[in-house]
């Protein structure tokens, strides 16, 4: 399409110009009368009665016995909670021997179905951590077990 003006001064040609309808308000649908009533109470009973516990074996982090978190406070909270699994791998890391590779926290989000709030439903803290050995019986161990399995690998396509 070649760009033109016309006798208005308006560009013409350069994109294509449709007939649209303005758009009115629509009213109230069904069920929105319950989301809105929640909104007016303040939390819901989903979210009043929604409770936080921490399913890991580490006995010195927050949430072993369950507690309840609002929604709106959610994320700092449960971020809080995976940080102390971090600074517990960081501890692990720097004991002798071992290293912290990696470690990562992720959040789950979720939204309620009574109210429609997005929060915070739970966060997975995922480390790597490696382990060295200067026992030099565990080192032949190794070589040992390496011998067994070398030549071990076949290459069929060759």
């Given at each position: 399409m070649?760009?033109?003006i016309?006798?208005r001064?308006?560009?013409?040609?350069l994109?294509?110009?449709?007939?649209?309808?303005?758009i009115?308000p629509?009213?109230?649908?069904?069920?929105?009368?319950?989301v809105?009533?929640s909104?007016?109470?303040?939390e819901c009973?989903?979210c009043?009665?929604?409770?936080?516990?921490d399913?890991?074996?580490?006995?010195?982090?927050?949430?072993?016995t369950p507690g309840?978190i609002?929604p709106?406070a959610?994320d700092?909270?449960v971020?809080?909670h995976?940080k102390e699994?971090?600074?517990?791998?960081v501890n692990?890391g720097?004991?002798?021997?071992?290293?912290?590779?990696?470690?990562?926290v992720?959040l789950?989000m979720?939204?309620?179905p009574?109210?429609g709030?997005?929060?915070?439903?739970?966060?997975?803290?995922?480390?790597?951590?490696?382990t060295?050995s200067d026992?030099?019986y565990?080192q032949a161990?190794?070589?040992?077990e390496?011998?067994?399995?070398?030549?071990q690998?076949?290459?069929y396509?060759?």
């Open positions: 070649i760009a033109g016309n006798m001064g308006q560009v013409t040609g994109y294509p110009q449709y007939n649209v309808n303005p009115s629509i009213g109230k649908t069904e069920g929105t009368d319950a809105e009533k909104e007016k109470k303040g009973q989903t009043k009665n929604r409770k936080y516990v399913g890991s074996n580490e006995g010195n982090v927050s949430f072993k309840h609002s709106e959610s700092a909270v971020m809080a995976e699994h971090v600074a517990n791998a692990e720097n004991k002798a021997n071992k290293e912290l590779i990696s470690a990562t992720s789950q979720a939204v309620c009574e109210c709030r997005a929060y915070v439903a739970g966060g997975t803290t995922r480390t790597t951590m490696a060295y026992n030099p565990d161990r190794k070589s040992i390496g011998s067994f399995l070398a030549g690998n076949i290459d396509v060759a």
